[in-house]
């Protein structure tokens, strides 16, 4: 069985920071690249940033770029993504996801039917 599990959201004013991670267990982490989706309410889920495998490659949503940043730690099968300049419309809830396909290092997934394994999500609240 494959486990996700995020933490850090919380409350947070606009122009604030936070750092989200994901630690996954049950598949050889390592060989899979990774990707953080968010749902704000009432909205569909999207893609946020990916990963892969090795960490040498990255993919950003145009609405985050250069405010976050997507790093993972093969040695803690960990994930992350650190969030500065928190504007209000980044609330939602923030998922991280395992890619479905092995070993992929370049057309990294942004689909969510890419990616077969989703974690709980952890919600993010920015204040005006």
């Known amino acids: 069985q494959v486990l996700l599990v995020e933490s850090g959201g919380g409350l947070v004013q606009a122009g604030g920071s936070l750092r989200l991670s994901c630690v996954v267990s049950?598949?050889?982490?390592?060989?899979?690249?990774m990707g953080w989706f968010r749902q704000p309410p009432g909205k569909e889920r999207e893609f946020v940033a990916a990963i892969s495998w090795s960490g040498g490659n990255t993919n950003y949503a145009d609405s985050v770029k250069g405010r976050f940043t997507i790093s993972r730690d093969n040695t803690k099968n960990t994930v992350y993504l650190q969030m500065i300049s928190l504007k209000p419309e980044d609330t939602a809830v923030y998922y991280c996801?395992?890619?479905?396909?092995?070993?992929?290092?370049?057309?990294?997934?942004?689909?969510?039917?890419?990616?077969?394994?989703w974690g709980q999500g952890t919600q993010v609240t920015v204040s005006s």
């Open positions: 049950g598949r050889t982490f390592s060989s899979h690249a």
């Open positions: 996801a395992q890619d479905r396909q092995y070993g992929r290092s370049w057309n990294l997934p942004r689909a969510r039917d890419e990616f077969d394994y």
